[in-house]
């Protein structure tokens, strides 16, 4: 019996013990901010470019879009080599600033980007535009919901759970990379 006291003291123990670490980050190495671009290239839309700077992982500044970058797209199209170039930002998205190329990808071509700027230096990518892939079908199943009602007038229905099921064939012989997004629709009114 005393055995078993001394044993459930000492696990209930445990339960309070912590541990504690503290390290000091002197002399910690700190980086120089590199250029950092955010490109998706999608068929049929105009190419949006975000440029902004590298942070430290201890760095607690802002991420703020860089204004002053030089932004160059080319590609091959036809045999006929293609360049577009937008120089400081001219557009807004989502509280960023962004270069707005306006170029649509089409599926097949390779394309490059290049961003320049005086302060962070030089960064360039190539992305070859896959072929885009059929859609066999998509399913839709809302698993909880409820309505809300503002003054009688208008009743929104909230979706608190939903699944999708999107099927399509995919290339085995390709590397491919996919992001879906898509809405759903209830009597005819889009919900994001």
């Known amino acids: 019996m005393r055995a078993n006291s001394l044993i459930r003291i000492a696990l209930?123990?445990?339960?309070?013990?912590?541990?504690?670490?503290?390290?000091?980050l002197e002399n910690f190495p700190l980086e120089s901010p590199k250029l950092t671009v955010n490109c998706n290239l999608e068929a049929n839309k105009d190419i949006i470019v975000e440029v902004t700077?590298?942070?430290?992982?201890?760095?607690?500044?802002?991420?703020?879009?860089?204004?002053?970058?030089?932004?160059?797209?080319?590609?091959?199209?036809?045999?006929?080599?293609?360049s577009v170039?937008?120089?400081?930002?001219?557009?807004?998205?989502?509280?960023?600033?962004?270069?707005?190329?306006?170029?649509?990808?089409?599926?097949?071509?390779?394309?490059?980007?290049?961003?320049?700027?005086?302060?962070?230096?030089?960064?360039?990518?190539?992305?070859?535009?896959?072929?885009?892939?059929?859609?066999?079908?998509?399913?839709?199943?809302?698993?909880?919901s409820s309505l809300s009602s503002y003054g009688g007038m208008y009743a929104y229905m909230n979706i608190n759970h939903a699944t999708s099921t999107v099927k399509f064939k995919d290339n085995p012989n390709e590397e491919n990379y996919y992001a879906f997004s898509h809405n759903i629709k209830i009597n005819n009114e889009d919900s994001y």
């Open 12 to 24: 209930i123990s445990l339960l309070f013990w912590s541990c504690e670490k503290v390290e000091k």
């Open 53 to 82: 700077r590298s942070l430290s992982v201890i760095d607690g500044a802002e991420l703020k879009s860089i204004l002053d970058a030089t932004v160059k797209i080319s590609y091959v199209k036809n045999g006929t080599a293609i």
């Open 85 to 144: 170039t937008q120089v400081g930002v001219n557009d807004n998205k989502n509280g960023l600033e962004v270069y707005h190329l306006s170029l649509k990808p089409e599926t097949g071509i390779n394309y490059k980007i290049e961003v320049s700027s005086k302060k962070y230096g030089n960064v360039w990518s190539e992305s070859l535009m896959p072929m885009t892939v059929d859609i066999d079908s998509v399913t839709q199943n809302i698993i909880d």
